[in-house]
């Protein structure tokens, strides 16, 4: 399993970007999927994670009502539609892959990682 991660860039606070993750090797719809994140000097953190059915959507509290997860089985793509953007969400942005059923917060818990990508949010 190959994971892509693009869509990163510098916006302004208040902003929008929507960051993508091509996935190879395996359907995203197969097991669940995470976003997880790691700005300069801190520890890894999750973001949002979703089960392979969409039925279970696990957000950070500091994202939620901001961040959104969505998965294009077509493309086998899944997205962050990251609105109301803020300096403290500047971080590297990973997506990961865990062959697992149900989500997990827990970066440990994901086989296969992406290769990240920068998002910076000017004040």
């Known amino acids: 399993v190959q994971l892509q991660a693009s869509g990163g860039g510098l916006v302004q606070a208040g902003g929008s970007l929507r960051l993508s993750c091509a996935v190879s090797?395996?359907?995203?719809?197969?097991?669940?999927m995470g976003w997880f994140r790691q700005a300069p000097g801190k520890e890894r953190e999750f973001v949002a994670a979703?089960?392979?059915?969409?039925?279970?959507?696990y957000y950070a509290d500091s994202v939620k009502g901001r961040f959104t997860v969505s998965r294009d089985y077509a493309k086998n793509m899944v997205y962050l539609q990251m609105n109301s953007l803020k300096p403290e969400d500047t971080a590297v942005y990973y997506c990961a892959y865990g062959r697992r059923n149900i989500p997990s917060i827990r970066g440990s818990e994901y086989d296969y990682w992406g290769q990240g990508t920068q998002v910076t949010v000017s004040s």
């Open positions: 090797g395996r359907s995203v719809g197969s097991y669940v």
């Open positions: 979703f089960s392979r059915s969409t039925t279970s959507i």
